[in-house]
């Protein structure tokens, strides 16, 4: 579904939000144009295939203002469910590591904000369930410890490493501060390397990073 097709299915008034692709039907599809049988039911397959994801993706793809990738991690980290961050107060939210108090009331707000709380509740309508997020004790062995990365790695993607790190609970920041366990250097590390040399913080390799893991 890329975006020639999303504009078609605006156009025709198919879809108004993101909650409205779950109501989507074959019936819909076919008489646009693009549309054969099997790119239709494709389409669908891969629409209901997404009625489950998981806590951190989703409140990443709903959009809040100031809150990225790692802060929706933190999020679905700290409360472990959808339910528990509507019903959090902003002093909750507040208390996250490395969220400020922009960051956080931005998400307090949003979640709330009336019209997003109808939007999520047509979500559920169409049958779309967010995992909670359960960390498995025994495997977290990074838990409580802040990573960065920096320069490029041999043995596996910068997607990958943070995926990693998150497996095993640990937590990823985009900036050096005296609050870093470890910066992973890999090749043409920069200025982030000079500011953990300068702070004290333990910089190690990618053989000793994937030691860790």
Not at 30 to 56: G, Q, W
Not at 64 to 74: K, Q
Not at 169 to 185: E, P, Q, R
């Given at each position: ?52 994801p998981d ?126 366990d470890y ?28 030691k860790m893991?």
């Amino acid at each position: 579904m890329g975006p020639k097709i999303i504009e078609q299915l605006l156009k025709e008034g198919l879809v108004k939000d993101f909650s409205d692709f779950y109501e989507l039907t074959l019936g819909d599809l076919l008489p646009l144009e693009r549309f054969a049988d099997k790119s239709a039911e494709n389409l669908i397959k891969a629409i209901l295939e997404k009625k489950s994801p998981d806590l951190a993706r989703f409140i990443y793809a709903l959009g809040i203002r100031h809150v990225g990738e790692e802060s929706a991690l933190a999020l679905a980290k700290h409360f472990g469910s959808l339910e528990k961050i509507i019903n959090a107060s902003l002093e909750e939210i507040n208390s996250i590591y490395d969220f400020g108090e922009v960051m956080a009331k931005s998400a307090y707000e949003w979640f709330h904000n009336k019209k997003n709380l109808e939007l999520l509740a047509r979500l559920t309508a169409a049958g779309v369930r967010v995992k909670s997020l359960k960390l498995e004790l025994a495997n977290a062995k990074l838990a409580g410890k802040t990573f960065v990365l920096t320069g490029g790695l041999n043995q596996l993607t910068r997607d990958q490493a943070k995926a990693k790190i998150r497996e095993l609970g640990g937590d990823i920041s985009s900036s050096v501060s005296k609050n870093t366990d470890y910066v992973v250097a890999g090749s043409e590390a920069g200025s982030k390397l000079k500011k953990a040399e300068k702070l004290g913080v333990k910089i190690i390799n990618e053989e000793e990073f994937l030691k860790m893991l």
